[in-house]
């Protein structure tokens, strides 16, 4: 289990979206090895956009091969968002 | 049974880069894009804003009011096309001809456009009530039964849905039906009017729509432009067409199909190879008579690849002979139009001796080696072409056409 929480709630995402055990999951998981391909990463995508009330760019989503790529881009797009108007970053 | 040779003698084109054929031959030999900016929808809310539609298209210039009323724009698009195909066909109908004519349309997404006008007015607005003409404009056999009322044609009519192979599958079975006697005339394409705000939130929503324009086959391709607007065929015995005085505009001489059997969404070589081979084998010929293939030619990543190696595995040495286009780049994807649209190109590359370009070509990808004829048409003199279409569910249509 991560320790981070937004990283917790990513790996949430994945879990429930590609109907795998949470514990499936680590921070290095290649999407290869998860068996997540690229309609997998397009509905991930749709479910952390809706998580964390971001958007993904086209361009950003398509450079994602990983989970960590993951993590990190979710974070910065939140960081993005909490900069942009703090009052979101209540949670 | 009888086994016809199929002479296409009437072509109808609506689209993104001409209204009819000769508006759309022109636009495609001068290697003419007709992507631009969406006006029929507010784009404000979508990630892309370019589409490849129908320029100022006004229903008031094709129908009466009334009738307009009951067909949605993918009906009229079909219907359009069907009058300008049978026009040039010169067809006199007899009572007899009507009774002995077909026709298959193909379309994607129908009337869906109606549909989601329907919704709004139930969900956004609050309203307890649909138009009730919203069940008959959004059948996708709508096209088929709007030209069957036009033309008086009563004998065999139907319409195949198999996304973006849809009229690809339309043609191809018009072909059959034609080749085996079935019917005297033919009338076969396919029709779409995809650009409504529900829909376009779906594609993006798939992020395989580029943002700026289609580059089909180029390294730096970002993704498919979403088109609109349909092309309609005759297709008649070839005997009965010269008998008659027809002009021939060149034939149908081989239709293949297969289903991928592999993923919802992500093309597979094998299964587009295998339409190939089994147009190539309907139409008897060997992969060397082959001298065009107007390409399915997304701009997708994964299309453009996949289909390389596709047309690779089935021509081998000769794929290195072959002109490789995808008109894709001009007329943007119409989906369940694509096919009949990329056809009607085809036909018009075999007989004006004129193969149209892959317009926005940029940059060579070492994944899509082909003679791509990047944006500038090419004269050459081709006896024998293919037509691609490979679907998302993974169905695959492929047309042999002959000058």
Redesign the interface.
């Known amino acids: 289990m991560p320790d981070d929480p937004l990283t917790q709630r990513v790996f949430s995402v994945i879990a429930a979206t590609q109907r795998i055990p949470f514990d499936k999951i680590t921070i290095d998981g290649k999407f290869a090895e998860l068996g997540i391909?690229?309609?997998d990463g397009?509905n991930i995508?749709?479910g952390l956009e809706n998580e964390f009330d971001i958007t993904i760019?086209?361009?950003a989503?398509?450079q994602i091969r990983d989970v960590r790529q993951m993590v990190e881009g979710v974070s910065r797009l939140v960081s993005e968002k909490e900069a942009a108007d703090p009052a979101s970053a209540v949670n | 049974m009888a086994n016809h040779r199929v002479a296409i003698t009437g072509i109808g084109v609506i689209s993104a880069i001409g209204r009819d054929v000769s508006e759309f031959w022109a636009s495609l030999a001068a290697g003419k894009c007709g992507i631009r900016p969406l006006k029929s929808v507010d784009t404000a809310t979508l990630r892309f804003r370019n589409g490849a539609e129908v320029e100022d298209y006004d229903s008031s210039r094709y129908f009466e009011e009334k009738r307009a009323d009951f067909m949605d724009r993918f009906a009229q698009f079909a219907v359009i096309a069907g009058r300008e195909a049978v026009a040039q066909a010169g067809i006199e109908w007899t009572p007899d001809l009507r009774e002995n004519a077909g026709i298959v349309t193909g379309s994607c997404v129908g009337g869906q456009s109606a549909e989601d006008a329907g919704f709004v007015e139930l969900y956004k607005l609050g309203h307890n009530r649909v138009h009730p003409l919203t069940i008959p404009k959004v059948m996708a056999n709508a096209g088929a039964s709007h030209l069957s009322m036009e033309f008086g044609i009563t004998g065999p009519s139907y319409t195949i849905s198999t996304a973006c192979s849809s009229a690809t599958h339309a043609l191809g079975q018009a072909y059959w039906m034609v080749r085996m006697g079935q019917v005297d005339l033919a009338l076969a394409g396919g029709s779409e009017a995809t650009f409504s705000v529900g829909i376009l939130k779906a594609w993006e929503a798939m992020r395989v729509v580029s943002g700026d324009t289609c580059r089909p086959f180029s390294r730096n391709r970002s993704g498919m432009i979403l088109g609109e607007g349909a092309a309609m065929m005759v297709l008649e015995p070839l005997d009965r067409a010269k008998a008659r005085g027809a002009t021939v505009y060149g034939e149908i001489v081989g239709f293949g199909m297969s289903a991928d059997a592999s993923h919802i969404t992500q093309p597979s070589s094998a299964g587009a190879s295998r339409a190939m081979r089994a147009a190539l084998r309907d139409a008897g010929l060997k992969p060397e008579s082959i001298g065009y293939i107007n390409a399915h030619g997304t701009g997708t990543q994964a299309n453009d690849g996949t289909e390389t190696a596709a047309i690779r595995a089935v021509f081998g040495a000769h794929a290195d002979k072959l002109a490789v286009s995808s008109t894709k780049s001009m007329h943007g994807h119409a989906l369940g139009a694509a096919g009949a649209i990329e056809a009607a190109a085809t036909a018009f590359a075999l007989r004006n001796g004129l193969l149209p370009p892959t317009a926005n070509y940029t940059q060579p990808d070492p994944e899509c080696d082909l003679d791509v004829i990047p944006n500038v048409a090419r004269p050459a003199e081709v006896e024998f072409a293919l037509s691609n279409s490979f679907a998302f569910g993974g169905l695959n249509a492929v047309l042999a056409l002959r000058r």
């Open positions: 391909d690229s309609m397009v995508l749709f760019p086209d361009e989503a398509k």
